[in-house]
């Protein structure tokens, strides 16, 4: 029998990530866009990018980072968001032959292309950047017990990816990366309170 013809993904394709939804294993208090997944982790990545690598960070590879994270989870267009806890599974009992990973190859070589173009370092920025948004999401929208085992998962892989990156690239940063993600859980509503108060006050 021959092999199913996976289609290409192709521009049209991208202008429907407002309408992919993320997080559907998990109970949340709205739901995520895979647009607005793909915009949070660029914005961070190019944070992280800049605080990180410092004088090191050419503009060619800022420029590359961001377009890597602005599209890096482009397969999740005709996949859906599958689980973390899945894909591992997956990983372990096909051996390192992973299924998903060639179907994603299939349907989306360019950002495969991309992605093995990117210098190592510059790869875990992005990781680090996807695992501080879904931990910033869920922390802010998640509900229920099942959120919070999410949440304790989340920072176990953060953790490890940063010990990673350290044991690799031990000249650079990372401890920012804390820093950021601190930030982005502790001052989420400053602006927002600050320019509603000041307004008041005229």
Not at 134 to 142: D, P, R, Y
Request: proline content about 4%; charged content about 25%.
């Amino acid at each position: 029998m021959p092999l199913l013809q996976l289609p290409k993904l192709t521009l049209a394709d991208l202008a429907r990530s407002g309408h992919v939804t993320r997080w559907h294993s998990v109970r949340t208090s709205r739901n995520q866009t895979l647009a607005e997944h793909h915009y949070m982790v660029t914005r961070i990545s190019n944070k992280l990018a800049k605080e990180i690598l410092g004088p090191d960070l050419k503009d060619s590879h800022l420029l590359q980072i961001m377009e890597y994270a602005s599209l890096h989870d482009t397969p999740e267009l005709l996949m859906g968001d599958l689980p973390s806890p899945l894909k591992q599974h997956i990983e372990h009992i096909t051996e390192g032959e992973n299924p998903i990973d060639a179907i994603e190859a299939e349907i989306a070589p360019w950002l495969v292309r991309m992605k093995r173009e990117m210098r190592k370092e510059h790869l875990y920025i992005v990781k680090l950047a996807d695992i501080i948004d879904a931990l910033v999401f869920i922390t802010i929208e998640g509900l229920g017990e099942h959120a919070k085992q999410v949440i304790h998962i989340l920072e176990g892989m953060l953790a490890e990816k940063l010990s990673q990156a350290r044991a690799q690239f031990p000249r650079y940063q990372w401890g920012y990366t804390t820093h950021l993600l601190n930030e982005l859980l502790n001052n989420k509503d400053e602006a927002k309170i600050a320019f509603e108060f000041n307004r008041d006050e005229k």
